[in-house]
């Protein structure tokens, strides 16, 4: 059973530059949850995809934007890319009715921007 | 969201247990304690939850104090697998909330 694979692994970009990332939820998993992380803090709340719907969204500008599929998979889409937009960003999925409201996450896409 | 309080880092020796603390004082009733951790290059990864009562799982148990502003992380016999962030989180219960991350603790754990 496959978990959670995000897409591509590393990526460069430049300043003003727009990029996308992919996410594939765990088998089973209805709801997908994107994170930033910056070197040295935690992970901080993107916002969350559920029925392809954003359901809920952290404090981040629109300049961040997402999408989820029929299948259950998502996009991240981050525009106008600026130099404090590198870091790692993770895809989470769960189940929102689950029991736990355990998450499950990727190993992240690293994004670096000069 | 109410908040958590955890030492930046904690060290402990190889096959001996590891108590990691942590205070929420400002806890409501309906939050669930949460505990996740993040080894190196890799994403985070749930370790257990509790309520009011302690838990355990394969993985470690969880004390909770009895007015339930701070639990305890408990790892019975560390290894050196086991060094990670541990991120202590409060969830609302049967809320779809994202997760609230703090900077957690870097367990280090010496041979």
């Known amino acids: 059973d496959a978990g959670v694979t995000q897409s591509p692994t590393h990526l460069i970009k430049t300043r003003g530059q727009q990029v996308t990332l992919r996410c594939s939820p765990k088998s089973g998993h209805d709801t997908v949850s994107w994170y930033q992380q910056a070197l040295g803090q935690g992970p901080q709340f993107i916002f969350q995809y559920y029925e392809e719907e954003e359901r809920q969204r952290g404090n981040f500008p629109d300049r961040f934007s997402g999408h989820q599929f029929p299948n259950y998979s998502s996009e991240l889409n981050v525009n106008a890319l600026w130099l404090g937009d590198s870091a790692l960003y993770l895809c989470a999925s769960s189940q929102l009715r689950g029991a736990t409201g355990e998450l499950f996450f990727g190993e992240g896409s690293r994004l670096t921007v000069l | 969201d109410a908040k958590t309080t955890q030492p930046n880092s904690m060290e402990s020796n190889e096959e001996e247990p590891v108590h990691l603390p942590c205070n929420h004082s400002?806890?409501?009733?309906?939050?669930?304690i949460h505990w996740y951790r993040q080894l190196p290059s890799q994403g985070p990864e749930y370790v257990i939850h509790g309520l009011t009562s302690n838990v355990n799982n394969r993985m470690a148990s969880l004390a909770i104090a009895e007015d339930r502003k701070s639990s305890t992380l408990i790892l019975h016999r560390a290894t050196l697998r086991d060094a990670a962030v541990y991120y202590c989180i409060l969830k609302r219960r049967g809320g779809a909330d994202g997760l609230t991350f703090g900077k957690g603790t870097h367990l280090i754990i010496q041979p």
């Open positions: 400002t806890i409501s009733g309906t939050d669930y």
